[in-house]
């Protein structure tokens, strides 16, 4: 090994690891894509190098995304079946046995690899070993990355405004309504050091309850808080919610084409290919008061008024589109009124 210069060695070794990478992501993805059914959960879109698999309606679509050399997916409820128990402790416990299985095949890598580790350090080792040695220590690395990763999200965050916002989300699957919840700012809970991303994601529950009571002037500065987010972060379905609380707002409340038009750009194809009430209304509201196309809004209005009840939804957040939609439909009637006359 004493002609391989270190530069050649390197970049063998950093192939390795990112070989590592990759293997640990593949291991992830198939672990959810097995697992995750039996917890009520289902892997809802898989991006990688600038193109994404989402899924729709129990269908595969293909789409662009902003460019990720990082294998990600997205798990999350899967609402075509009732949602029973605690959702919080099944996520748990889901990330939990994949990070062993990640963990599981790191260890195997290491015993099937212990010579190698022998001879670690001597001049004996060959091209094929060292990469063989990188890529069983680059896994056991990740994979002690993803526990780590799994402890922060679980069982720090679970005591900061993260683990209150489960908690919500859990109350609402209960049956609980918005005003059952007595959501205030983050500013008056008993929260220290609140990340961007904790809160977008509280406030993404909390301006639903401001608009369930008409309270329009005080959503401002929590889609200051969404614009602020979702302007340094790539778009995916987790933050779905966030664009579509903009589109709304920039349709309905301060109407502001050009603010409309740049985060429905995102969400557009999204939207269109759900059949979810709350898709169907920020859409009916766009194209409303942003196209003036009265005829495909009063048709979405109609669609997704008839999803409300087969809807996967919780009863506030059904109540809540009820209410947006039928509004809407009032108005669209009054305004087909004024044509004919």
Same mark, same amino acid.
């Given at each position: 090994?004493?002609?391989?210069?270190?530069?050649?060695?390197?970049?063998?070794?950093?192939? +390795?690891?990112?070989?590592?990478? %990759?293997?640990?992501?593949?291991?992830?993805?198939?672990?959810?894509?097995?697992? +995750?059914?039996?917890? /009520?959960?289902?892997?809802?879109? *898989?991006?990688?190098?600038?193109?994404?698999?989402?899924?729709?309606?129990?269908?595969?679509?293909?789409?662009? *995304? &902003?460019?990720?050399?990082?294998?990600?997916?997205?798990?999350?409820?899967?609402?075509?079946? &009732?949602?029973?128990?605690?959702?919080?402790?099944?996520?748990?416990?889901?990330?939990?046995? $994949?990070?062993?299985?990640?963990? =599981? *095949? /790191?260890?195997?890598?290491?015993?099937?690899?212990?010579?190698?580790? /022998?001879?670690?350090?001597?001049?004996?080792?060959?091209?094929?070993?060292?990469?063989?040695?990188?890529?069983?220590? =680059?896994?056991?690395?990740?994979?002690? !990355?993803?526990?780590?990763?799994?402890?922060?999200?679980?069982?720090?965050? /679970?005591?900061?405004?993260? !683990? %209150?916002?489960?908690?919500?989300?859990?109350?609402?699957?209960?049956?609980?309504?918005?005003?059952?919840?007595?959501?205030?700012?983050?500013?008056?809970?008993?929260?220290?050091?609140?990340?961007?991303?904790?809160?977008?994601?509280? %406030?993404?529950?909390?301006?639903?309850?401001?608009? #369930?009571? @008409?309270?329009? &002037?005080?959503?401002?500065? #929590?889609?200051?808080?969404?614009?602020?987010?979702?302007?340094?972060?790539?778009?995916? &379905?987790?933050?779905?919610?966030? #664009?579509?609380?903009?589109?709304?707002?920039?349709?309905?409340?301060?109407?502001?084409?050009?603010?409309? @038009?740049? %985060?429905?750009?995102?969400?557009? +194809?999204?939207?269109?290919?759900? $059949? @979810?009430?709350?898709?169907?209304?920020?859409?009916? #509201?766009?194209?409303?008061?942003?196209? $003036?196309?009265?005829?495909?809004?009063?048709?979405?209005?109609?669609?997704?008024?008839?999803?409300?009840?087969?809807?996967?939804?919780?009863? +506030?957040?059904? @109540?809540?589109?009820?209410?947006?939609?039928?509004?809407?439909?009032?108005?669209?009637?009054?305004?087909?009124? $004024?044509?004919?006359?």
């Amino acid at each position: 090994m004493s002609h391989i210069s270190t530069e050649k060695l390197m970049i063998f070794i950093t192939f +390795a690891f990112l070989i590592a990478i %990759y293997l640990k992501s593949i291991i992830a993805l198939l672990a959810d894509c097995i697992l +995750a059914p039996l917890f /009520g959960f289902e892997v809802k879109s *898989v991006s990688i190098f600038g193109l994404s698999l989402m899924k729709y309606e129990k269908k595969w679509k293909l789409q662009s *995304v &902003p460019f990720s050399p990082v294998l990600s997916r997205t798990v999350s409820i899967d609402t075509s079946r &009732p949602v029973s128990g605690d959702v919080r402790k099944k996520s748990k416990l889901l990330s939990f046995i $994949n990070c062993c299985i990640q963990l =599981g *095949v /790191g260890i195997i890598l290491v015993i099937v690899f212990r010579d190698i580790f /022998g001879k670690f350090g001597s001049s004996e080792l060959s091209i094929s070993e060292i990469c063989r040695f990188s890529l069983a220590v =680059g896994m056991m690395l990740h994979s002690i !990355g993803s526990y780590v990763i799994w402890y922060i999200a679980f069982c720090v965050m /679970g005591k900061r405004l993260a !683990g %209150y916002t489960d908690e919500l989300l859990e109350r609402l699957r209960n049956g609980e309504s918005f005003a059952d919840l007595d959501m205030k700012p983050v500013s008056e809970l008993p929260f220290e050091k609140v990340s961007d991303m904790e809160k977008a994601f509280y %406030y993404s529950i909390y301006v639903m309850q401001l608009i #369930y009571e @008409d309270r329009y &002037p005080e959503m401002k500065p #929590y889609i200051n808080v969404f614009q602020s987010y979702v302007n340094q972060h790539e778009f995916t &379905p987790h933050n779905l919610l966030m #664009y579509c609380h903009l589109v709304y707002y920039y349709s309905e409340i301060e109407r502001v084409p050009m603010m409309a @038009d740049a %985060y429905m750009k995102s969400i557009n +194809a999204m939207l269109i290919a759900d $059949n @979810d009430p709350n898709s169907k209304r920020v859409l009916a #509201y766009y194209y409303c008061n942003m196209k $003036n196309d009265f005829a495909f809004a009063d048709r979405l209005v109609r669609e997704g008024l008839d999803a409300i009840d087969t809807s996967r939804l919780t009863k +506030a957040e059904k @109540d809540l589109e009820r209410k947006l939609l039928t509004r809407l439909s009032e108005r669209l009637r009054g305004i087909r009124e $004024n044509i004919q006359q």
